[in-house]
Nanobody, 126 residues
Framework: QVQLQESGGGSVQSGGSLKLSCRAS????????MGWFRQAPEKEREGVAT???????TYADSVKGRFTISHDNLKNTLYLEMNSLNPEDTAMYYC????????????????????RGQGTQVTVSS
């Protein structure tokens, strides 16, 4: 069974940085694409970024140039490095595993992941 556990969330001021981690177990990395999505209260789910087993990444326009997704194969851990954070980035961030053909749908905010973690809260104050 695939299990995903996020960590690294917290509270920062506008312009600050955070790095999220997602420890994965119970699956073969090459079987899925991995990604992050976020959801704020009373807002729709938003895809953030994805990465495939070859390291090819996809980002939402709202985070391009500020966020970087990466994966450590040895540690089986997914990362999301977030820079130049602003209050609009405030949300619960979730790690997800999904079929790679569904990456565009995930970035568009659709619920297409096969597995997801419990989430980690990111709060950015102005």
């Amino acid at each position: 069974q695939v299990q995903l556990q996020e960590s690294g969330g917290g509270s920062v001021q506008s312009g600050g940085s955070l790095k999220l981690s997602c420890r994965a177990s119970g699956y073969t990395y090459r079987a899925y694409c991995m990604g992050w999505f976020r959801q704020a209260p009373e807002k729709e789910r938003e895809g953030v970024a994805t990465i495939d087993s070859d390291g090819i990444t996809t980002y939402a326009d709202s985070v391009k140039g500020r966020f970087t997704i990466s994966h450590d194969n040895l540690k089986n851990t997914l990362y999301l490095e977030m820079n130049s954070l602003n209050p609009e980035d405030t949300a619960m961030y979730y790690c997800a595993a999904l079929r790679c053909r569904l990456v565009p749908q995930m970035i568009a905010g659709r619920e297409v992941d096969d597995y997801r973690g419990q989430g980690t809260q990111v709060t950015v104050s102005s």
